[in-house]
């Protein structure tokens, strides 16, 4: 193989600055390549965000925070875990047993002992996260500085929900969690009348409740119709109390609107699907308490690399 010299990789270098082409470092993707806008940084915040440093415990201004909202990158601004995850550890850093989908990295710490999680967006340090220490039934903590953090209340953070029924919920929340936009899914249970209902008494069908799928979702990036489109086209809206070889009032197909705004959008929907002849079997109910199911029944065809049995996507309004 001939020899590649010194000069030889000036010239070639050269030329693709004067073509203005830019070769990107290995493993980089056009994803990862986009330019993210960084906010300034105080110098204890660069100390954290770009150091890795850690800030002294039971010192930081979320520690003890208890607000309904989203947990945003200081650095910028990306949004990385809702209020609903974040719980009381007394390890003197905020804690949070899950991050919104895709926001939150992780790689092995540089002393080879712990796992960092820096923000997806930008790479700032926020902690390191735990895993085992049975603080709730996700038994992982992510043990974040306060410096790397904002908020926004819930009134500001724009986040909204969605809630469907169609069948078996691991299915449904498999294939919901593939729409970007969606920022957090929870399988459970809804429209019934025992309170904290367990799988095994849904499954009675004596509890009224149908197994359902709670989407968190932002507006700015997937609206509430393009969710609902996707919810009839992944599973058989024309099947009563059924879904495939599940057969129960729990697996009942249902839309439980949370106002009228997305009840209009299911009315709509259910009319065209209508109009194009086929016998539609969906209930619209209005959204009532939603209880989270039991930690093995959430993320389950993640965990599990399996496929959904009795759910895939097909064209229905085209």
């Known amino acids: 193989m001939k020899r590649i010299t010194a000069s030889t990789v000036?010239?070639?270098?050269?030329?693709?600055?004067?073509?203005?082409?830019?070769?990107?470092?290995?493993?980089?993707?056009?994803?990862?390549?986009?330019?993210?806008?960084?906010?300034?940084?105080?110098?204890?915040?660069?100390?954290?965000?770009?150091?890795?440093?850690?800030?002294?415990?039971?010192?930081?201004k979320f520690n003890n925070h208890q607000v309904k909202g989203v947990y945003t990158c200081r650095q910028c601004g990306a949004r990385l875990y809702t209020s609903d995850s974040k719980f009381k550890s007394n390890c003197g850093w905020p804690s949070f047993d899950d991050e919104i989908k895709g926001a939150v990295k992780r790689q092995p710490?540089?002393?080879?002992?712990?796992?960092?999680?820096?923000?997806?967006?930008?790479?700032?340090?926020?902690?390191?996260?735990?895993?085992?220490?049975?603080?709730?039934?996700?038994?992982?903590?992510?043990?974040?500085?306060?410096?790397?953090?904002?908020?926004?209340?819930?009134?500001?953070?724009?986040?909204?929900?969605?809630?469907?029924?169609?069948?078996?919920?691991?299915?449904?929340?498999?294939?919901?969690?593939?729409?970007?936009?969606?920022?957090?899914?929870?399988?459970?249970?809804?429209?019934?009348?025992?309170?904290?209902?367990?799988?095994?008494?849904?499954?009675?069908?004596?509890?009224?409740?149908?197994?359902?799928?709670q989407v968190v979702y932002d507006p700015d990036r997937v609206n509430y119709e393009?969710?609902?489109?996707?919810?009839?086209?992944?599973?058989?809206?024309?099947?009563?109390?059924?879904?495939?070889p599940d057969i129960g009032t729990q697996y009942r197909s249902a839309v439980f609107y949370k106002d009228e705004a997305q009840k209009a959008v299911a009315e709509k929907l259910i009319k065209l699907l209508t109009d194009k002849g086929f016998k539609v079997q969906t209930a619209l109910e209005q959204a009532d308490k939603f209880w989270d199911a039991e930690t093995y029944h959430q993320d389950y065809y993640l965990k599990t690399g399996k496929q959904p049995y009795c759910h895939a996507p097909k064209k229905v309004f085209d």
Request: proline share 3%; aromatic share 10%; hydrophobic share 35%.
């Open 226 to 244: 393009t969710l609902a489109r996707r919810f009839f086209e992944i599973h058989d809206f024309t099947q009563l109390n059924r879904q495939g």
């Open 10 to 60: 000036v010239f070639l270098s050269l030329i693709v600055i004067a073509l203005g082409l830019i070769v990107p470092v290995s493993g980089q993707t056009e994803e990862s390549s986009k330019t993210v806008k960084k906010k300034p940084l105080s110098e204890k915040e660069a100390y954290v965000i770009l150091h890795k440093g850690t800030e002294a415990p039971f010192t930081g």
């Open 109 to 213: 710490d540089a002393d080879g002992r712990r796992i960092e999680i820096v923000c997806a967006a930008c790479d700032g340090h926020l902690g390191h996260v735990f895993m085992g220490e049975r603080f709730t039934e996700k038994n992982t903590r992510h043990c974040v500085n306060s410096i790397s953090l904002e908020f926004l209340p819930a009134d500001k953070a724009g986040l909204e929900e969605a809630v469907f029924a169609g069948g078996c919920f691991w299915g449904v929340e498999y294939l919901f969690q593939q729409i970007p936009g969606v920022a957090k899914t929870s399988v459970g249970y809804t429209g019934g009348t025992t309170r904290r209902p367990t799988y095994k008494q849904v499954c009675t069908g004596r509890t009224g409740h149908a197994e359902a799928l």
